[in-house]
């Protein structure tokens, strides 16, 4: 089982980063987009199906927050998972993501494990490319 | 003081956690103001409190956190990449800091700025004002400078 996933931030590093965690993790992933904020996202979804969505907050023009709002309030993406990964950290901050969508959260600056560990909750494909136990739960933060 | 004290703490823990997770650079506290810096990136926070950090450094830090990052040869790094580090790294460590400053409530932060400054250009970063904390660093591939300005915390 290999999956699409679109990285949305507006760093190149960090989108570089969070790829290169996903495949030595040992995920497969047939398409991986990239995007350098939510308006950008919108556009790359349009003809592609995503499997799952790792978005920043904190980007110029379209912030993850919006990105989040106008995901939810579209009928065929509102239930494309989003982990959303950021610097941005509050217990508001978390829960407001929460609320506007998202399954997960990660706060940077973040270990490899936390992507992979996150990665297998939410989206629930191992890293042999098997789907896991469908009673899992994403990770919901230390609200 | 006690409150500068507690506040310069939290800075540190920010930059060490950082650099030392995303960029595999340690660092030491470094006396006095470290030593010429080639660049500069700034960000500005709001929320139960504002204000704005500002860190100097050197091309050796950018250079290596792009390396160490991206697991890059040295002349594969560029100016626009080493920009993207250094501007990563400050939202990562004012994001860290306003965490530990009050993790219930959302703080705002800005786009960080980045600048190179002119090799005759002996930018030390803000002087010594009110309001103001500076940490100076040492780290293996340069020094680097933060100036915290924030007049409710300082």
């Known amino acids: 089982m290999s999956f699409n996933v679109l990285i949305v931030d507006d760093s190149g590093a960090m989108r570089a980063v969070i790829k290169k ?16 904020n939510g308006r950008e996202a919108l556009e790359r979804l349009q003809g592609n199906w995503v499997d799952v969505i790792i978005s920043d907050i904190n980007m110029p023009e379209m912030g993850g927050m919006e990105l989040l709002q106008a995901l939810n309030r579209d009928e065929l993406y509102r239930n494309i998972p989003v982990i959303v990964v950021s610097t941005e950290g509050s217990r508001e901050r978390m829960k407001d993501a929460m609320d506007r ?19 297998h909750e939410v989206i629930g494909v191992g890293t042999d490319g098997e789907y896991q136990d469908d009673s899992r739960n994403a990770d919901q933060g230390d609200f | 003081m006690a409150n500068t004290k507690m506040i310069q703490e939290m800075l540190t823990r920010a930059i060490f956690e950082v650099f030392e997770k995303m960029y595999y650079i340690f660092s030491e506290p470094l006396r ?3 030593g010429n810096y080639q660049m500069k990136s700034t960000i500005n926070f709001g929320g139960s409190t504002c204000g704005s950090i ?31 580090c250094v501007k990563e790294s400050l939202n990562m460590i004012c ?31 803000p002087e010594g004002a009110d309001h103001q904390l500076t940490l100076t660093f040492v780290t293996d591939c340069g020094n680097m400078r933060l100036t915290m300005t924030a007049p409710e915390l300082l």
Not at chain 1, 101 to 119: H, Q
Not at chain 2, 58 to 67: H, L, P, V
Not at chain 2, 108 to 124: G, K, V
């Open chain 1, 21 to 36: 965690v996903i495949t030595i993790s040992g995920f497969k992933m047939s398409l991986c987009m990239e995007a350098g």
């Open chain 1, 101 to 119: 969508g998202a399954k997960g959260f990660i706060k940077k600056p973040f270990l490899p494990e936390d992507i992979r560990s996150i990665l």
């Open chain 2, 32 to 34: 006095g103001d470290g």
């Open chain 2, 54 to 84: 500002q860190m100097l450094l050197s091309r050796g830090i950018a250079e290596t956190m792009a390396q160490n990052m991206l697991n890059l040869q040295k002349d594969e790094v560029d100016l626009p990449i080493m920009a993207d």
């Open chain 2, 95 to 125: 994001g860290n800091f306003v965490r530990k400053l009050d993790p219930d409530r959302v703080f705002d932060l800005s786009i960080p700025i980045f600048e190179t400054i002119p090799q005759n250009d002996c930018d030390r970063g």
